[in-house]
């Protein structure tokens, strides 16, 4: 871009050019670069300067103009930090060839570049912008470096110009970066004629900043667009909070909330007329009274058409009850156990049942269950169970799967058996779709999936449309404990329908065992906890404290722990906040240091405030099945490599887990965080051998019974308590209130209310034992 300087008049700049960069993160374009200075209105004496910020490409021998501040950094003294720079380009003939011929334009040369200026003369530039045709009268200059000088002047001059546009609306280099790799040469375009639409597309782009574009652009406040990007932010936001839908009053409401309507120009009426339009186009659904994004609609309305689908399919099983009962008498036997009432149920009615819930807390057999339906299946089918004995994987009758990497493993290491995450199996294409579908759906006769409380409307619909008529369908889940992170509740939808046959499992076995974890949390899930419920036992302990003395209780539990020689990954903090005083992020700072202390043999890298070193224990938060990891998986990092080691001269950090390695650039470092305390939220469908639990009355609206159930019940071996007793029972008292607003259970009764299923729970045969038919 040929700098205006008239434009620029009021802000402080510094025009110069690269000396050498010292440093360069090229995935984030973040780099500090040293400057001899050629000219400045700023304050500043120097003949060198070092500039910091968010660059496209800053190539040696070109005067670029840079805006900023200056700031003075505690070890490198002054520096300017950018907020936009430009190219210069001189208008000089000598300028313009010394530009061309800069390393910038790959293959032009001091005899081509004044060619270019001989037969176009000082406007160049800008006549190669307009027209790149003008290139075919240069003599001599071949098609393909015409094109390319025309491709990277248009790149950098595209990027500087709406880097130069956004920061007039205050828009900083690094947002600038994301907008311009989203839009290209539209960005200008989009904002001016819609600034909402990077809200959506943008991730990080604030519907506020956005709003004040708008204004700024002379938007009115009762503009369209402005409303219904405000109704599909506030349905999108709403999501969080795991809602498939809002009402429309609350919708409305909601909206007017957001748009903030000083002089009462924008009224509910025309909130909702504008939902009737969204209505009208499908950018929304509305039905009987509520909204929903459309994919959350038919996520909940294709969810509950395949459940019928399979319902109405009957399995043909013709094994007579004698049978059965000798089969499963076999099967204790060689398990050496005698099932109870309620699991023998659950496993007689699974067989027989084409989809089947077995619910149940802790200890009370869902696995020993599980074991033994897969095995009666087997026997009744006079198949194997041992995947060895089958051709190829797809021979394979039997599916298990759970929503999460650490779940599936637990499957797999409870049964024996191969078990894969709902993504892997359905084939994630790293996108937005998934290999299985109602086109293309699983092989397989009986599909058994865990910890199915965790499953949201999006994935249940995914995983029922890759179901065939003839499979069995299990789900096995935990009602207590916390609902999917994403929207939706399926497991507590389907039990409170009693549409779907139910096996509930009470009776706790490994309460049998001695345990006081699984007795505590069935005290909670029974409402019948109390402090003198929390007396110290030899797999638990309450540790009484203050927030204030929360730190050094917990730090002193790892140091006593180490003493006693215990390997401290096996012990996991789990909180439900994040900041405050005993919040997860100060737990982490200081675990950090005590369990993998700074060290002139551990590599580092500092992003934020966050150091990684070799050595750290990390959690990833976010579903890359892509990369072969999920949510709440945790590994190690095991190696971190400097831009100039690795062939794609990037800074790379490898993330361990569990033996799979996976690279992360500096761009994905957003996706992890350190786990030497996580959130009760992400730790759902993991177990650990030690939970450290902190529990004190300032989380107060987070003390939840499903959160501290779900917390709890996560301990295998040990489980410790700190803070205030008060606390813990209030929270265990405190019922979530907040409804998730769904409409499955409505969706599934126009569907299945006609379809008669059998509800399990008190049937006669209970009392049958199958020793009578021994
Ligand atoms: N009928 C039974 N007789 C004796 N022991 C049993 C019986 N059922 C389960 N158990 C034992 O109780 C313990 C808990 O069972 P299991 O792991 O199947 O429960 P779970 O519901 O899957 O537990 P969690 O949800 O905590 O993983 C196991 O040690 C198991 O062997």
Same mark, same amino acid.
């Given at each position: 871009?040929?700098?205006?300087?008239?434009?620029?008049?009021?802000?402080?700049?510094?025009?110069?050019?690269?000396? !050498?960069?010292?440093?360069?993160?090229?995935?984030?374009?973040?780099?500090?670069?040293?400057?001899?200075?050629? #000219?400045?209105?700023?304050?500043?004496?120097?003949?060198?300067?070092?500039?910091?910020?968010?660059?496209?490409?800053?190539?040696?021998?070109?005067?670029?103009?840079?805006?900023?501040?200056?700031?003075?950094?505690?070890?490198?003294? &002054?520096?300017? @930090?950018?907020?936009?720079?430009?190219?210069?380009?001189?208008?000089?003939?000598?300028?313009?060839?010394?530009?061309? %011929? +800069?390393?910038?334009?790959?293959?032009?040369?001091?005899? =081509?570049?004044?060619?270019?200026?001989?037969?176009?003369?000082?406007?160049?530039? %800008?006549?190669?912008?307009?027209?790149?045709?003008?290139?075919?009268?240069?003599?001599?200059?071949?098609?393909?470096?015409?094109?390319?000088?025309?491709?990277?002047?248009?790149?950098?001059?595209?990027?500087?110009?709406?880097?130069?546009?956004?920061?007039?609306?205050?828009?900083?280099?690094?947002?600038?970066?994301?907008?311009?790799?989203?839009? *290209?040469?539209?960005?200008?375009?989009?904002?001016?004629?819609?600034?909402?639409?990077?809200?959506?597309?943008?991730?990080?782009?604030?519907?506020? $900043?956005?709003?004040?574009?708008?204004?700024?652009?002379?938007?009115?406040?009762?503009?369209?667009?402005?409303?219904?990007?405000?109704?599909?932010?506030?349905?999108?936001?709403?999501?969080?909070?795991?809602?498939?839908?809002?009402?429309?009053?609350?919708?409305?409401?909601?909206?007017?909330?957001?748009?903030?309507?000083?002089?009462?120009?924008?009224?509910?009426? &025309?909130? +909702?007329?504008?939902?009737?339009?969204?209505?009208?186009?499908?950018?929304?659904?509305?039905?009987?009274?509520?909204?929903?994004?459309?994919s959350l609609y038919y996520a909940e309305d294709g969810f509950a058409s395949n459940i019928k689908r399979l319902m109405i399919k009957p399995i043909e099983q013709d094994t007579s009850m004698a049978e059965l009962?000798?089969?499963?008498?076999?099967?204790?036997?060689?398990?050496?156990?005698?099932?109870?009432?309620?699991?023998?149920?659950?496993? /007689?009615?699974?067989? *027989?049942?084409?989809?089947?819930?077995?619910?149940?807390?802790?200890? $009370?057999?869902? $696995?020993?269950?599980?074991?033994?339906?897969?095995?009666?299946?087997?026997?009744?089918?006079?198949?194997?169970? #041992?995947? $060895?004995?089958?051709?190829?994987?797809?021979?394979?009758?039997?599916?298990? =799967?759970?929503?999460?990497g650490r779940a599936s493993k637990r499957l797999t290491e409870s049964t024996g058996l191969p078990a894969v995450t709902i993504h892997r199996l359905l084939g994630w294409d790293g996108r937005d779709g998934f290999?299985? /579908?109602?086109?293309?759906?699983?092989?397989?006769?009986?599909?058994?999936?865990?910890?199915?409380?965790?499953?949201?409307?999006?994935?249940?619909?995914?995983?029922?449309?890759?179901?065939?008529?003839?499979?069995?369908?299990?789900?096995?889940?935990?009602?207590?404990?916390?609902? %999917?992170?994403?929207?939706?509740?399926?497991?507590?939808?389907?039990?409170? %329908?009693?549409?779907?046959?139910?096996?509930?499992? /009470?009776?706790?076995?490994?309460?049998?065992?001695?345990?006081?974890?699984? @007795?505590?949390?069935?005290?909670?899930?029974?409402?019948?906890?109390?402090?003198?419920?929390?007396?110290?036992?030899?797999?638990?302990?309450?540790?009484?404290?203050?927030?204030?003395?929360?730190? #050094?209780?917990?730090?002193?539990?790892?140091?006593?722990?180490?003493?006693?020689?215990?390997?401290l990954r096996d012990i996991q903090v789990l909180a439900p906040m994040y900041r405050s005083q005993a919040g997860i992020t100060i737990i982490n700072q200081q675990l950090q240091t005590l369990v993998n202390p700074?060290?002139?043999?551990?590599?580092?890298?500092? =992003?934020?405030?966050?150091?990684?070193?070799?050595?750290?224990?990390?959690? @990833?938060?976010?579903?890359?099945?892509?990369?072969?990891?999920?949510?709440?998986?945790?590994?190690?990092?095991?190696?971190?490599?400097?831009?100039?080691?690795?062939?794609?001269?990037?800074?790379?950090?490898?993330?361990?887990?569990?033996?799979?390695?996976?690279?992360?650039?500096?761009? #994905?470092?957003?996706?992890?965080?350190?786990?030497?305390?996580?959130?009760?939220?992400? +730790?759902?469908?993991?177990?650990?051998?030690?939970?450290?639990?902190?529990?004190?009355?300032?989380?107060?609206?987070?003390?939840?019974?499903?959160?501290? !159930?779900?917390?709890?019940?996560?301990?295998?071996?040990?489980?410790?308590?700190?803070?205030?007793?008060?606390?813990?029972?209030?929270?265990?008292?405190?019922?979530?209130?907040?409804?998730?607003?769904?409409?499955?259970?409505?969706?599934? /009764?126009?569907?299945? @209310?006609?379809?008669?299923?059998?509800?399990?729970?008190?049937?006669?045969?209970?009392?049958?034992?199958?020793?009578?038919?021994?």
């Amino acid at each position: 871009m040929i700098l205006d300087e008239q434009s620029n008049t009021e802000q402080g700049f510094i025009k110069g050019e690269l000396l !050498y960069m010292i440093f360069q993160n090229k995935s984030e374009h973040f780099s500090i670069a040293k400057i001899k200075v050629h #000219d400045t209105n700023e304050n500043y004496k120097d003949k060198e300067i070092v500039v910091k910020g968010y660059f496209a490409n800053l190539q040696d021998a070109t005067v670029y103009c840079f805006y900023g501040d200056f700031e003075k950094h505690a070890k490198f003294g &002054m520096q300017y @930090q950018v907020k936009s720079y430009e190219t210069y380009i001189p208008d000089t003939k000598d300028g313009l060839i010394a530009y061309l %011929s +800069s390393d910038l334009f790959f293959g032009i040369g001091e005899k =081509t570049a004044t060619k270019v200026v001989d037969v176009l003369g000082d406007s160049a530039i %800008s006549k190669i912008l307009s027209n790149d045709e003008v290139l075919n009268d240069i003599p001599g200059l071949k098609k393909e470096k015409a094109e390319l000088l025309s491709k990277t002047l248009q790149e950098n001059q595209g990027f500087e110009h709406i880097v130069v546009y956004l920061s007039n609306y205050g828009i900083g280099l690094k947002m600038a970066q994301k907008i311009y790799q989203e839009y *290209k040469d539209e960005a200008i375009d989009v904002l001016q004629n819609d600034p909402y639409q990077y809200v959506f597309d943008i991730e990080g782009f604030g519907f506020r $900043t956005a709003d004040q574009i708008a204004q700024q652009n002379g938007l009115s406040l009762t503009h369209p667009n402005r409303i219904g990007a405000g109704c599909i932010y506030v349905l999108q936001k709403n999501i969080q909070d795991g809602h498939v839908y809002l009402p429309i009053d609350n919708c409305i409401k909601q909206v007017l909330d957001l748009l903030l309507n000083p002089e009462q120009s924008l009224t509910a009426d &025309m909130v +909702s007329n504008r939902l009737e339009d969204l209505n009208k186009d499908k950018t929304v659904i509305m039905k009987d009274g509520n909204v929903y994004l459309p994919s959350l609609y038919y996520a909940e309305d294709g969810f509950a058409s395949n459940i019928k689908r399979l319902m109405i399919k009957p399995i043909e099983q013709d094994t007579s009850m004698a049978e059965l009962m000798k089969i499963i008498g076999d099967i204790e036997e060689s398990e050496v156990l005698s099932y109870g009432k309620e699991q023998f149920n659950a496993i /007689n009615h699974s067989l *027989k049942s084409k989809l089947m819930i077995v619910t149940g807390g802790p200890g $009370t057999g869902k $696995t020993t269950v599980i074991k033994g339906i897969l095995k009666a299946y087997a026997a009744i089918h006079n198949i194997s169970t #041992d995947p $060895t004995d089958y051709d190829s994987e797809s021979d394979y009758p039997f599916i298990l =799967t759970a929503p999460t990497g650490r779940a599936s493993k637990r499957l797999t290491e409870s049964t024996g058996l191969p078990a894969v995450t709902i993504h892997r199996l359905l084939g994630w294409d790293g996108r937005d779709g998934f290999e299985k /579908n109602e086109n293309e759906q699983l092989s397989g006769k009986f599909l058994i999936i865990d910890e199915f409380s965790m499953v949201d409307i999006w994935l249940a619909n995914s995983l029922f449309k890759a179901i065939p008529d003839d499979m069995q369908v299990l789900l096995v889940g935990d009602e207590d404990q916390l609902p %999917s992170v994403g929207p939706g509740q399926v497991l507590a939808d389907l039990l409170g %329908s009693e549409l779907i046959p139910i096996v509930s499992l /009470n009776e706790v076995y490994r309460q049998k065992e001695g345990s006081k974890i699984i @007795q505590l949390a069935h005290l909670i899930k029974h409402d019948t906890c109390t402090e003198d419920s929390l007396i110290n036992d030899k797999d638990f302990s309450f540790i009484p404290c203050t927030e204030h003395q929360m730190i #050094d209780v917990i730090t002193k539990v790892f140091h006593k722990a180490r003493d006693k020689g215990v390997e401290l990954r096996d012990i996991q903090v789990l909180a439900p906040m994040y900041r405050s005083q005993a919040g997860i992020t100060i737990i982490n700072q200081q675990l950090q240091t005590l369990v993998n202390p700074k060290s002139s043999t551990k590599r580092e890298v500092k =992003t934020n405030d966050v150091v990684y070193r070799t050595g750290d224990k990390v959690l @990833q938060l976010v579903n890359k099945p892509e990369n072969g990891v999920f949510n709440g998986d945790i590994g190690e990092v095991v190696a971190i490599f400097e831009e100039d080691e690795n062939v794609d001269h990037v800074e790379q950090l490898v993330i361990d887990f569990e033996g799979k390695e996976v690279v992360y650039e500096r761009k #994905d470092y957003v996706n992890i965080m350190h786990a030497y305390c996580i959130s009760i939220h992400k +730790s759902q469908g993991s177990e650990f051998p030690i939970v450290i639990m902190p529990v004190v009355s300032s989380y107060n609206r987070m003390l939840r019974k499903n959160l501290l !159930y779900t917390a709890i019940t996560r301990s295998k071996k040990s489980l410790i308590i700190c803070g205030q007793q008060n606390a813990f029972i209030r929270g265990v008292s405190t019922l979530d209130t907040n409804r998730r607003y769904t409409t499955l259970p409505e969706q599934l /009764n126009d569907r299945l @209310q006609d379809i008669p299923i059998d509800m399990y729970e008190d049937e006669d045969e209970k009392e049958i034992s199958p020793y009578d038919f021994m």
